[in-house]
């Protein structure tokens, strides 16, 4: 039997009736009476105590449990919240030749995001190249090439501004979420470990930090080869690079039956290119259509998997302020190779 939490107004009609009915005979309590301030006060604190309730049977199961409760529920299957990571990336600073720039060095974004340099770096045809790393983890450490960045503390021989270099400072990843640990918890209890199957081969590339998304393809590239493919949803570009390439399979490797050989490949993104005419055509109903439709992608783009038309004008269609679109393109279901992903390009506004 379901079970409802009473409100804090049905709280109170119950006291109070119930303080009313035994001690004044059945007589209503006048406006201002004892009995309806004492009933306030105790229906408040059943109200509190109803809450503790609630809250303690969501911790009491793992498909509702949240924070450190699903922590624990996670690590009774061996799943481990993954952690926040730094961006790190390269800098460049001008300055006169010879003079060095030491490890520990702070610079700091024009938003107040502070990075530390990782090695020794000198000053050579009048510029410095640093290697640095956001001091706070986190998705927002992530920059794009050309962003401005300075020195906290100026250093004699060297411009105290400078730009992220080609490449960008990238790698940066939040904490894992509840509802992503959530989902890998319960995928690890409806797929019991099988020795290598297609589930293990998923499970353990999500286990990555930043992985959110995973494929195998068995026997590629020949009998016992294995290919996992991957994304990391949230980033601008979503394809993994070498450097994560190379971290899922490093992590991959030690688990993986030792009969099989390990491919680990980036699928192959497909620009989906909208164009777009919208009514009413603002900067606020254009936001809410790109959000939509990188949700869109997010749920339903999947390796060799074609995105439907009717589900790309849906998402336009959804998209708060939207009265009505033309899509002039695409005319058809987007379709993908095997190895290809829907990607979001660039969305055309047409007038």
Do not use: C
């Amino acid at each position: 039997m379901s079970w409802t939490r009473p409100t804090l107004s049905e709280l109170i009609g119950r006291v109070e009736t119930d303080l009313v009915g035994r001690l004044n005979g059945g007589l209503a309590a006048v406006r201002r009476s004892i009995e309806r301030v004492v009933a306030r006060v105790l229906a408040g604190v059943a109200h509190e105590m109803y809450g503790r309730l609630e809250e303690a049977s969501r911790q009491l199961f793992p498909d509702t449990a949240t924070g450190v409760h699903l922590e624990r529920w996670a690590g009774v299957w061996q799943v481990v919240r993954k952690p926040a990571e730094s961006a790190s990336g390269p800098v460049v600073l001008t300055g006169t030749n010879g003079t060095e720039v030491p490890t520990g060095t702070r610079l700091q974004r024009e938003d107040g995001a502070e990075y530390l340099t990782t090695a020794d770096a000198e000053v050579a045809g009048g510029e410095v190249t640093l290697d640095v790393e956001a001091v706070v983890a986190g998705l927002a450490g992530n920059a794009e090439a050309g962003t401005p960045i300075s020195l906290v503390s100026p250093i004699g021989g060297v411009s105290s501004e400078g730009v992220v270099d080609t490449g960008g400072l990238g790698g940066g990843v939040d904490q894992e979420a509840d509802a992503a640990l959530r989902t890998r918890l319960n995928e690890r209890i409806r797929e019991q470990p099988a020795g290598g199957s297609d589930a293990d081969y998923k499970r353990w590339a999500k286990e990555v930090p930043g992985v959110t998304r995973a494929w195998v393809f068995p026997n590629r590239g020949g009998l016992g080869k294995v290919g996992v493919t991957f994304v990391r949803d949230g980033e601008d570009d979503i394809i993994p690079s070498g450097g994560e390439l190379t971290a899922v399979e490093d992590y991959i490797e030690p688990r993986r039956p030792v009969t099989a050989e390990l491919v680990v490949f980036a699928p192959t993104p497909v620009a989906l290119n909208p164009v777009i005419g919208l009514t009413p055509d603002t900067a606020e109903v254009r936001a809410a259509v790109e959000a939509e439709l990188k949700d869109l992608l997010a749920r339903e783009a999947a390796v060799g998997a074609d995105l439907l038309l009717t589900h790309i004008a849906e998402a336009i269609s959804i998209a708060a302020g939207e009265t009505d679109h033309e899509l002039a393109s695409p005319t058809a279901d987007v379709a993908v190779d095997p190895e290809e992903i829907v990607v979001l390009g660039t969305i055309d506004w047409t007038p």
